[in-house]
T-cell receptor
């Protein structure tokens, strides 16, 4: 059981380039989300999804797009990378419903935008 | 804005109990308190959560005060592998029943031999 898988682990981009961070989970979780983590700040929610075909914005959605065509996958797209998007990105998933809403996190993607 | 306050760092001797405090004075009645930890830039790992009753699992115990304005995570016998940043988080349920976690800066716990 792989859990939450993120690719790539490391990425360097030039300003203005685009790329997609991949996230996949094999636990049949309905809820998936993307966070960024910056020094001196807590994790901040970028976008989230409560099921296939449903997405919503988190705290810091600007500059990022998401889609959820399947239950398993939740890619994060940077259309035109900016240095301010240099960060560590985490994908997380959980079951929907009930009290036991613990999140399962991937191992992260370290992104540098030059 | 983060809705929790934690000390930035703590030390604990190996084998002793580690008691990590968290203030969440503005917590609402339907908001849960969650604890996660992050070991050296890995993805955060779930530890425990609760609403108003004390909770215990194989990793830790969670003590929530009666007024729910603060809580304490207890690692009963800390080991070197428990060295990590510990996050106390409030789960917000909005009008659309969508759940969001609001993360603070956490407590960096150093377990010393």
């Amino acid at each position: 059981n792989a859990g939450v898988t993120q690719t790539p682990k490391f990425q360097v981009l030039k300003t203005g380039q685009s790329m997609t961070l991949q996230c996949a989970q094999d636990m049949n979780h309905e809820y998936m989300s993307w966070y960024r983590q910056d020094p001196g700040m807590g994790l901040r929610l970028i976008h989230y999804s409560v099921g296939a075909g449903i997405t919503d914005q988190g705290e810091v959605p600007n500059g990022y797009n998401v889609s959820r065509s399947t239950t398993e996958d939740f890619p994060l797209r940077l259309l035109s990378a900016a240095p301010s998007q240099t960060s560590v990105y985490f994908c997380a998933s959980s079951r929907t419903g009930g009290r036991n809403e613990k999140l399962f996190f991937g191992s992260g993607t370290q992104l540098s935008v030059l | 804005d983060a809705k929790t306050t934690q000390p930035p760092s703590m030390d604990c001797a190996e084998g002793r109990a580690a008691n990590l405090p968290c203030n969440h004075s503005t917590i609402s009645g339907n908001e849960y308190v969650y604890w996660y930890r992050q070991i050296h830039s890995q993805g955060p790992q779930y530890i425990i959560h609760g609403l108003k009753n004390n909770e215990t699992n194989e990793m830790a115990s969670l003590i929530i005060t009666e007024d729910r304005k603060s809580s304490t995570l207890i690692l009963p016998h800390a080991t070197l592998r428990d060295t990590a940043v510990y996050y106390c988080i409030v789960r917000v349920v909005n009008a659309g029943n969508n759940r969001k976690l609001i993360w603070g800066l956490g407590t960096s716990l150093a377990v010393n031999p």
